[in-house]
């Protein structure tokens, strides 16, 4: 099992649990499906903030804090929260803000669900 930083960005007893109530050679597809499926709402927050597409970045913060609830991943989860409350106040500004900072925690998470999924297939 990985340990260290990597773990640390993400709840390893959700991982477990979620190995346990499907199967563990399933969690590699299902942490793929949610890097990808994380990675194109990033993507289109992203590129709604020009405009300040609040309503979009609303809803896909709101899928993706949802979704990585389900992965362990508490700081894109706590940060998508963030995120989808401050597009609701319509505060742009805020939501900008906290871009960089979701983007770290994704980048961190993807490192950590990747070691997870090394671990169980070595």
Same mark, same amino acid.
């Given at each position: ?24 050679? &399933?969690?590699? =597809?299902?942490?793929? /499906?949610?890097? $990808?499926? #994380? +990675?194109?709402? *990033? ?37 998508? &929260?963030?995120? =989808?409350?401050?597009? /609701?106040?319509? $505060?742009? #500004? +805020?939501?900008? *803000? ?25």
């Amino acid at each position: 099992m990985a340990t260290g930083n990597a773990m640390e960005t993400i709840d390893p007893q959700i991982l477990a649990d979620l190995e346990r109530d499907t199967s563990r050679d &399933l969690i590699p =597809e299902l942490v793929q /499906l949610y890097l $990808d499926t #994380a +990675a194109a709402r *990033a993507g289109r927050m992203t590129a709604a903030l020009p405009d300040a597409d609040l309503a979009v970045i609303a809803s896909e913060a709101h899928a993706l804090k949802s979704s990585s609830a389900t992965f362990g991943a508490f700081e894109v989860q706590r940060l998508s &929260l963030k995120i =989808e409350n401050h597009a /609701l106040e319509g $505060d742009a #500004a +805020a939501v900008t *803000a906290l871009m960089p900072e979701l983007s770290r925690a994704m980048a961190a998470a993807n490192t950590a669900l990747r070691a997870y999924v090394d671990d169980l297939t070595e």
